[in-house]
């Protein structure tokens, strides 16, 4: 089935751990994007990816890395994670090529929760 | 990007027509409007968009204002699986660009 997948769905981790958050999309997109929501607070971006090979900051990157080695991956990275961190991670994909407005299309989520 | 302004919540009976209103009076002329909704514990669902023109898709109708300020989304006939979150963005087109979500309305469908 086309689209993205996040993985995994969910995890528990020990402040102070590294974690890295996966994300894959099979439909060619050139863009992507990570996105944590906080109750409260929606939806708000920490990094995005405008094609393979270049990343970007959002409104809310500190503490976290990402890299874009090739078109269908997008992992997140938690170099030391801390309470704060605690959220669900939504990864995004879009079209960049057709010149049109370009609807973003959503994984289901990783639902992390740092102790 | 424009800001948008939506009602927290509203409720809308089953079957009947559920018209959820937008104001984006800052708008630009090359930002369009979109609609996500989030069901509970799903990522957002993109609905539909639009610049000028009302436009209609399988899910959902769009109706854009003359002057751009405000728009309404309407499901003709709202069933229970649409309660949902519904977020009204506004982004100008630089393909791929980023989605700014506000607060959105929270639809209630009851039966």
């Known amino acids: 089935i086309a689209g993205i997948t996040q993985a995994p769905t969910s995890q528990i981790l020990a402040a102070g751990r590294r974690m890295t958050l996966r994300c894959t999309q099979d439909m060619r997109h050139n863009a992507m994007y990570w996105y944590r929501q906080d109750l409260g607070l929606g939806l708000r971006l920490i990094h995005y990816s405008n094609t393979a090979g270049t990343t970007g900051k959002g409104e809310v990157p500190d503490g976290y890395s990402v890299s874009r080695a090739n078109t269908d991956d997008f992992p997140l990275t938690l170099a030391s994670a801390v309470p704060s961190q605690t959220s669900v991670y939504f990864c995004?994909?879009?079209?960049?090529?057709?010149?049109?407005?370009?609807?973003?299309?959503f994984g289901d989520g990783t639902r992390l929760s740092i102790l | 990007d424009a800001k948008t302004t939506q009602p927290p919540s509203m409720d809308c009976a089953e079957g009947r027509a559920a018209n959820l209103p937008c104001n984006h009076s800052t708008i630009s002329g090359n930002e369009y409007v979109y609609w996500y909704r989030q069901i509970h514990s799903q990522g957002p669902q993109y609905i539909i968009h639009?610049?000028?023109n009302n436009e209609t898709n399988e899910m959902a109708s769009l109706i854009i204002t003359e002057d751009r300020k405000s728009s309404t989304l309407i499901l003709p006939h709202a069933t229970l699986r649409d309660t949902a979150v519904y977020y009204c963005i506004v982004q100008y087109n630089n393909q791929g660009g980023k989605l700014i979500f506000g607060q959105g309305t929270e639809l209630s469908v009851k039966p």
């Open positions: 995004a994909s879009s079209d960049r090529h057709s010149g049109l407005a370009q609807p973003q299309h």
């Open positions: 639009g610049l000028k």
